[in-house]
């Protein structure tokens, strides 16, 4: 089983509507939760941290429910440059090896219509 | 935001030879950087991470002699593929995590390998 899965897509999406989409992780102990966006063939980054309780940044909204071990993002309003691969990002403090290691999600495709 | 440059930003070459490829954080130390790869339509996978002065470690399954990483001051690591060969053709990215934010870390542009 995958550490970080998410569901591949694509969501297709028209301009101005919502999607939501969510990525689960199988290490109970992870710390960290990150969403990141990736552009066709360029690195990633960093789109917004993910905390405890829930938290928004401008149209985008990311949540964690560590008893169901997911989080989701939450994106309003859609414009066409969200177009773009959403990897979500899980981190383990579990042992000093495993410290800052970031586990990657393969991505979730989003296409915003015109 | 911080910076990190990968040099080069493609690489194409012939089976057999050798690639270096270079990563530096240009506004911050960092002394630990960590070297990825990803394949088409799949997630990064993380190869190695390289400490500032001394052994990388290597995630499970990838060779140590065939992926050479040196981490030889606090802005720059290199990774050498050796002996190149198709199926090592892939998108490498480094990320760099600043030693003053130890939970941030900043990638690369990546570089785009084919091994022909």
Not at chain 2, 66 to 92: C, G, M, Q, R
Request: proline share 4%; net charge neutral; glycine share 6%.
């Amino acid at each position: 089983r995958k550490e970080v899965e998410q569901d591949p897509g694509p969501f297709n999406v028209p301009e101005g509507a919502t999607v939501a989409f969510n990525c689960t992780y199988s290490n109970s102990a992870s710390q960290s939760f990150f969403w990141y966006r990736q552009d066709c063939r360029k690195e990633p980054k960093l789109l917004m941290s993910v905390y405890s309780s829930g938290n928004e940044d401008g149209r985008f909204t990311a949540q964690l429910n560590r008893a169901s071990q997911y989080i989701s993002l939450l994106i309003r309003d859609s414009k066409l440059s969200d177009s773009a691969t959403y990897l979500c990002v899980v981190t383990s403090s579990e042992t000093t090896d495993s410290w800052g290691k970031l586990q990657f999600g393969a991505g979730t495709q989003v296409v915003v219509t015109p | 935001g911080a910076v990190v440059s990968q040099h080069p930003s493609r690489v194409i070459c012939k089976s057999g030879t050798s690639v270096k490829i270079e990563c530096r954080s240009l506004d911050f130390q960092a002394t630990t950087m960590f070297w990825y790869r990803q394949f088409p339509k799949q997630s990064l996978m993380l190869m190695a991470t390289s400490n500032e002065g001394s052994k990388a470690t290597y995630e499970q399954g990838v060779e140590k002699d065939k992926f050479l990483i040196n981490h030889a001051s606090l802005t720059l690591s290199t990774l050498t593929v050796t002996s190149a060969h198709p199926e090592d053709s892939s998108f490498y990215i480094c990320s760099a995590r600043d030693i003053r934010v130890q939970e941030t870390q900043y990638f690369g542009p990546g570089t785009r390998l084919l091994v022909l």
